[in-house]
């Protein structure tokens, strides 16, 4: 897998700790960088609609947030936790074993790890790779089997990471656009965070200036925090609506605006070599870089990704390495931005593709 041309160190004390609103600023009260050929500018998030033009095209994923972090015990009795990122088709879960610091390594295959209600999690193979020397993610099947979400309601909590300083309501890893899953499907293992920041209000403010909004859904799986780790295949929908509005966006030269990485690779999976979108499902495992870049989309809000994370080559692939990495530059320099689910925004504003 490319590397990222995006280099950056990232200074003490810049992880967003709780959502801004145990900091006292609004959802939508974030800082939001802007980044345009030829500038950088320093603004709110509720500062959006002063950068989209009338007919541009908002594309944002309606994916639900689910409580995928549960307890469990090892085979030896030991306290262990579990991330679970999505199932699979034939019914097995993927899940992540964890410390409190990080994946659990020493897992193998056959270990059996205990969940409430004394369901047996049999760990059965690697994921995606079965033949994995070491892994972090592994194919599992429960004893006895049921229901995923039903279970992740009754005994799971939002998955959250060491940086964060309290443990934090569902609700708050919620966007507003956020749908509830139908009967037997699922969510998002974590948050779809950069549409995280958008109030009801701000969106009434973009549809009133002549801003197009469309769904698609990507279900997102567990983060990938290991360097150079490609991001896992995940299941996602392109409706036939919103792949009109692409084509009808782009013929009349306005922009599509992307909110987050989910987007790009849910629009990008259904775009022809011409960037022609058509309506999709399934599962996509594409992988956006230099020998695959965006066809369609031009234009990404974000959140700020962690050094040599995979994202990076995507938020390349839209925008451009030159524009991440002068990006990248001014978030660091500047000393107020910080990162993670719960930090700061990034909105690439990139030239209209025909």
């Not at 594309?59 to 972090?69: E, F, G, K, W």
Request: some cysteine; proline content about 10%; hydrophobic content about 40%.
């Amino acid at each position: 897998m490319s590397t990222p041309t995006t280099r950056f160190v990232l200074p003490p004390a810049r992880e967003a700790t709780a959502p801004p609103e145990r900091r006292g600023l609004t959802r939508d009260g974030v800082r939001l960088l802007v980044a345009e050929p030829g500038r950088i500018t320093h603004r709110r998030f509720a500062d959006l609609e002063d950068h989209l033009e009338p007919g541009d095209l908002l594309v944002v994923n309606t994916s639900a947030t689910l409580p995928a972090a549960l307890e469990a015990r090892r085979p030896d009795g030991a306290p262990t936790g579990v991330h679970v990122s999505t199932t699979l088709d034939d019914g097995s879960w993927v899940v992540e074993p964890r410390h409190p610091d990080g994946p659990d390594l020493t897992a193998v295959v056959g270990d059996v790890l205990t969940l409430d209600d004394d369901v047996a999690l049999e760990l059965v193979a690697p994921y995606p790779e079965s033949d994995a020397a070491v892994t972090r993610l592994w194919r599992a099947r429960t004893r006895p089997e049921g229901d995923l979400a039903g279970f992740l309601t009754a005994h799971g909590r939002p998955i959250g990471y060491g940086y964060l300083t309290g443990a934090y309501p569902l609700a708050e890893y919620q966007t507003v656009y956020a749908t509830e899953p139908a009967e037997g499907e699922l969510g998002s293992a974590e948050m779809a965070s950069a549409g995280r920041p958008f109030t009801e209000r701000l969106l009434i403010r973009l549809m009133a200036r002549g801003v197009v909004l469309a769904p698609i859904v990507l279900h997102a799986g567990v983060s990938s925090p290991e360097k150079h780790e490609p991001p896992m295949p995940e299941r996602f929908t392109v409706p036939a609506p919103t792949a009109r509005l692409v084509g009808s966006t782009r013929a009349a030269g306005g922009r599509v605006v992307a909110v987050g990485t989910t987007v790009v690779r849910a629009l990008e999976t259904a775009a022809d070599p011409d960037g022609t979108v058509h309506p999709a499902s399934g599962w996509t495992d594409l992988v956006l870089g230099p020998e695959r870049p965006a066809r369609t989309v031009t234009g990404l809000v974000t959140g700020l990704h962690a050094p040599e994370a995979s994202h990076l080559l995507l938020l390349e692939a839209v925008a451009g390495p030159e524009l991440v990495s002068r990006a990248y530059e001014a978030a660091v320099a500047h000393g107020d931005y910080l990162w993670h689910e719960f930090g700061d925004s990034t909105f690439f504003r990139c030239a209209p593709r025909r």
